[in-house]
């Protein structure tokens, strides 16, 4: 799937109007002044003889532009482009925003997405105008101004937790991007914050609307205690970085901010921590374009306006996900809720802080002592958990979701209804729908939608590409009812199958 082209009058007319919806899917250059800045920018629309347009900011710094220090263009929220795009660009910006050039190098970011180093750089100059290195770099300086402006830390401190090498590479990165010094950049703030000690406390923009509260609700629903806690306007949980344990809460605030208060075992795990909890909100979506698309159709503009900004919840580890995924099928929330505690409880490790998810090496060894049900699951779970460990099935947010989709379906116990689930909440595809899942097919009827399978994935092939969007309403529009265990259309002879998700509910 390509992301939609925009020309050049369409972008021109954006930054004319200074249309905020646009901002972070695109940079403005301007070569009169030699500046880049965010569509929205207030600062008198250049003449279009003087611009150029690029894809990424990292672009506009290789071709010797430096940020607005009026509009600050890195501080717009990612570009919806890394989740609705599926090709090798796209995964390339997921991977480098979870922190593998900084941990691996430009050599170990193409080969997990399966290209020489040399063909890797010479595509994404294509598609993006900048190499990996630069992209990295562009993304290094966008978590220190972040962090620059917005919290207290020592600029040493900032400059490790960007996942700059050492403190004068980020002054120089700083200077060259930002036009001014770390310490200039960091005066020009608006207030100053009050931290918890140990804690890093951040605020994540996002494109409104922003159905916070439908977050919330879905994870408090979920949420393995020990691990994770959340209420209706809060969120928390205890995950695992390369660098060691690390926690993190996200909270809306009564000026509808999203407020993110985090601790990282090494300070090289905040970038890629964020980028996490980017993922798990759904923050980069543009739901604007995803409200005016399916509100188009007379059967969802009633849901659209019921939920504006609805989210896809995304994920904070995709190996837990496919256990919690495997292990809610054919249960109810609450099921698995308590099967997820009780494995958890057994071979979680425990920190000073709090619980981690077992290991998958964890559950490979011990899982058949502590999980329960069918013989085949059981079975099916510990496969999966052993493959994981040992590297013979890979799952991370870079992969390519066909080949992911196929390596899933290869697994005994994993049917299609996993395997999309699995890709909607580990990738963010949002273009997903699960077809088998009665909770769903029930909000469909409830929607005036056809409820068996066949019709209804004909009818939402005028959703795409916002098929998962239309998965949430539709979970959101079924009926409530007494959540019971039923089967969905996951079924294959050698496996266990997925729980068709009683209404409202859908597990993990």
């Known amino acids: 799937m390509s992301f939609p082209v925009i020309d050049f009058d369409e972008r021109y007319r ?16 301007v070569r ?34 430096r940020a607005c220090k009026r509009c600050l263009p890195e501080a717009a929220p990612g570009s919806p482009a890394w989740d609705l795009r599926s090709d090798v660009a796209a995964r390339a910006m997921r991977l480098i925003a979870s922190g593998v050039v900084e941990r691996e190098g430009v050599s170990g970011l193409a080969t997990r997405l399966g290209y020489s180093t040399r063909h890797l750089t010479r595509v994404l100059s294509t598609e993006l105008g900048a190499g990996p290195l630069a992209l990295a770099r562009a993304h290094r300086a966008h978590t220190a101004r972040m962090l620059l402006v917005g919290t207290d830390m020592p600029i040493s401190d900032v400059a490790f937790s960007a996942g700059f090498a050492s403190i004068r590479q980020c002054n120089d990165t700083i200077r060259e991007v930002f036009g001014l010094t770390p310490g200039e950049l960091r005066a020009r703030r608006r207030s100053h914050t009050t931290t918890a000690p140990g804690a890093i406390d951040l605020v994540l923009p996002y494109r409104g609307p922003l159905d916070a509260g439908g977050i919330f609700d879905w994870m408090a629903a979920r949420a393995v205690s020990g691990v994770e806690e959340a209420t ?4 928390s949980r205890h995950l695992r970085m390369p660098g060691g344990p690390a926690w993190f809460q996200v909270r809306q605030d009564d000026s509808q901010r999203l407020q993110l208060r985090a601790r990282v075992s090494q300070l090289g795990d905040l970038a890629p921590l964020v980028s996490t909890v ?37 994920s ?33 490790e425990r920190t000073e802080h709090g619980v ?11 899982g058949a002592d502590v999980l329960r049900g069918p013989a085949a699951r059981i079975r099916a779970l510990i496969g999966a958990a052993a493959a994981l460990a040992d590297g013979s099935l890979t799952l991370t947010v870079g992969d390519d979701g066909a080949e992911q989709r196929a390596a899933l379906l290869a697994m005994p116990g994993i049917g299609p209804w996993t395997a999309d689930y699995v890709r909607m909440r580990v990738l963010g595809d949002p273009d997903i729908l699960l077809p088998g899942d009665v909770a769903l097919r029930a909000g469909a009827a409830a929607s005036g939608l056809p409820a068996d399978p066949t019709p209804l994935v004909a009818w939402a092939e005028r959703a795409a590409p916002w098929r998962s969007y239309l998965s949430a309403h539709l979970w959101r529009a079924a009926p409530v009812r007494t959540p019971r265990a039923r089967r969905t259309a996951d079924a294959a002879p050698h496996t266990s199958t997925p729980r068709a998700l009683a209404p409202k509910e859908i597990s993990s």
Not at 290 to 309: F, M
Not at 317 to 330: K, N, S, T
Not at 358 to 366: K, L, R
Request: proline fraction near 9%; aromatic fraction near 6%; include cysteine.
């Open 32 to 65: 009169s002044t030699g500046i880049y800045c965010r569509p929205s920018c207030p600062a008198r629309t250049p003449k279009p003889e003087n611009v150029t347009f690029y894809p990424t900011s990292a672009a506009a710094h290789e071709a010797g532009f």
């Open 232 to 235: 209706t306007t809060s969120f």
């Open 356 to 366: 981690l998810f077992p290991t998958m090496s964890a559950i490979a060894d011990h």
């Open 278 to 314: 980017r993922r798990i909100f759904d923050l980069d979506a543009d739901p604007l374009a995803v409200d005016d698309a399916l509100s188009a159709h007379p059967e969802l503009a009633p849901l659209v306006a019921r939920t504006p900004g609805i989210r896809v919840p995304g």
């Open 316 to 348: 904070a580890d995709p190996h837990e996900m496919l256990i919690r995924a495997m292990i809610g099928q054919q249960i109810t929330v609450v099921a698995a809720r308590t099967a997820l505690t009780a494995l958890t409880d057994a071979l979680g």
């Open 14 to 29: 954006a930054i004319s109007a200074r249309d905020t919806r646009f901002d972070g899917q695109f940079v403005t250059a």
